[in-house]
């Protein structure tokens, strides 16, 4: 009797997700990642035998792990420069888990490119509650914090990260002056794992420019993980 495959399960499918995003294949991950949404993450059998506690533990992992998938789509989208969508599917993984400075941090950055620098404010002093002391997050922040015209507050963000790291420029006639900034630009050195330097200090990006990049830098490097 021939035996039937048993379908992809989340896990296995998130797994595929993480592999076709790190060899930049932002399309296919996507797609693998929705299915991994729609997969199975626990089923009954995965708890027999368990006690309470060891159920409790299994089922809450796996509703991380979901959080996990949820944010790299958000990550794939927005390399793709969908950004509303991205913005979407983070806050779909905050929903589940809410304590991710990651993801938080990576929803502030699209935010900040669909002219939201309010809510990317409000999302940057949430990753540092959970994580203080984090430059970027500064660094960010204080971005945000120009856009809104608060400049002193800006200034002050901006040195705090300048004063810890010296991967962070502050260029301050650049910032007085706010250039216009489009949705699509992006500095073209922030790259993934480095550091998110001024939008103003290279100027804006052309849109096809802003595409390529966003497709290339996007995510902090660390974020896009299950447990």
């Known amino acids: 009797m021939p035996i039937t495959p048993l379908e992809p399960r989340g896990p296995l499918l998130f797994l595929r997700a993480s592999a076709l995003y790190s060899l930049r294949e932002w399309c296919d991950a996507e797609i693998e990642a929705r299915a991994s949404l729609a997969a199975e993450w626990i089923i009954e059998s995965d708890l027999a035998g368990l006690s309470l506690e060891q159920r409790e533990a299994a089922e809450e992992k796996a509703v991380r792990n979901q959080a996990a998938a949820q944010q790299l789509l958000g990550l794939a989208l927005a390399r793709r420069g969908e950004l509303w969508p991205s913005i979407t599917a983070f806050s779909a993984s905050l929903d589940l888990f809410p304590d991710s400075p990651d993801t938080l941090l990576q929803r502030a950055s699209v935010l900040l490119l669909c002219d939201r620098a309010a809510a990317a404010a409000e999302d940057c002093s949430r990753a540092l509650e959970l994580r203080p002391g984090w430059m970027i997050a500064h660094h960010r922040?204080?971005?945000?914090?120009?856009?809104?015209?608060?400049?002193?507050?800006?200034?002050?963000?901006?040195?705090?990260?300048?004063?810890?790291?010296?991967?962070?420029?502050?260029?301050?006639?650049?910032?007085?002056?706010?250039?216009?900034?489009?949705?699509?630009?992006?500095?073209?050195?922030?790259?993934?794992?480095?550091?998110f330097l001024s939008f103003w200090d290279y100027g804006v990006a052309q849109q096809s420019e802003g595409r390529d990049l966003l497709r290339r830098s996007i995510d902090e490097g660390t974020g896009a993980e299950g447990e």
Not at 142 to 156: K, S
Not at 163 to 189: K, M, Q, R, T, W
């Open 141 to 195: 922040r204080g971005h945000a914090f120009a856009a809104l015209r608060w400049f002193e507050e800006a200034a002050n963000e901006l040195e705090i990260a300048t004063a810890n790291s010296p991967n962070f420029a502050v260029n301050y006639h650049a910032i007085g002056a706010l250039e216009a900034l489009s949705l699509d630009a992006l500095d073209e050195e922030w790259t993934p794992g480095g550091s």
